[in-house]
């Protein structure tokens, strides 16, 4: 069964950096791509980005482009969304989905994550 | 002006059908593979439908899809208590080399 696991809850102060995980099983991790979405609380669904584990060809959305930062590690089958310096409008939920095809071809996420919350405050 | 729109909420009581559209700006949209999702409140999304009118498996054939070359339409027939989620389209813009959601639309079932 394809799965992806992240990690638990976090808590920080604003400055503070943090990098939360998703770990994927069931499927060959290199052969397809992952994807992270934020969800800020009350509010809709939003593309982060999408890493290829293979090359770790990376696709930012220009909203998040230079605010965080998406990696793998094919060795443990987990990608990674890393922030250097947190902010209050950061508290959200994250979560992590395989990104199913080539970007611009048939594409769609499928399985999701459980998700991440995670709480900016001071 | 979003690249996909979507009616903010729908009901309907139980056993009837609902359909929620998803309108594309036509200047973006290049191919046509809308994909929907499910968000049950308190839960992650899940996937309904793929390459505009696929269920994946175990995804009950009361979800289908439809699409034009610019709108995408989901339709839930036998409505259930068990459907009131928050629904989503989605699509890859070529042009924007970015992956877009719909603002989502909240069913309610009466």
């Known amino acids: 069964e394809v799965q992806l696991y992240q990690s638990g809850a976090e808590v920080r102060k604003p400055g503070e950096s943090l990098k939360i995980s998703c770990k994927a099983s069931?499927?060959?991790?290199?052969?397809?791509?992952v994807g992270w979405v934020r969800q800020k609380p009350g509010k809709g669904l939003e593309w982060m980005g999408i890493?290829?584990?293979?090359?770790?060809?990376?696709r930012y959305s220009p909203s998040f482009q230079g605010q965080v930062t998406i990696s793998v590690d094919k060795s443990l089958r987990t990608a990674y969304l890393q922030w250097n310096s947190l902010k209050a409008s950061d508290t959200a939920m994250y979560y992590c989905?395989?990104?199913?095809?080539?970007?611009?071809?048939?594409?769609?996420?499928?399985?999701w994550g459980q998700g991440t919350l995670v709480t900016v405050s001071s | 002006q979003s690249v996909l729109t979507q009616p903010p909420s729908v009901s309907a009581a139980p056993g009837q059908k609902v359909t929620i559209s998803c309108s594309a700006s036509?200047?973006?949209?290049?191919?046509?593979?809308f994909s929907w999702y499910q968000q049950v409140p308190g839960t992650a999304p899940r996937l309904l439908i793929y390459d505009n009118n696929k269920r994946p498996a175990g995804i009950p054939d009361r979800f289908s899809g439809s699409w034009t070359v610019t709108s995408a339409t989901l339709g839930i027939t036998g409505l259930q208590t068990g459907d009131e989620a928050d629904y989503y389209c989605?699509?890859?813009?070529?042009?924007?080399?970015?992956?877009?959601f719909g603002g989502g639309t909240k069913v309610t079932v009466l």
């Open positions: 036509t200047r973006n949209i290049d191919k046509t593979y």
């Open positions: 989905a395989r990104f199913d095809g080539t970007p611009g071809s048939l594409n769609f996420f499928h399985p």
């Open positions: 890493i290829y584990p293979s090359d770790s060809d990376t």
């Open positions: 989605g699509i890859w813009v070529d042009s924007l080399n970015s992956w877009v």
């Open positions: 069931g499927y060959l991790f290199t052969n397809y791509w």
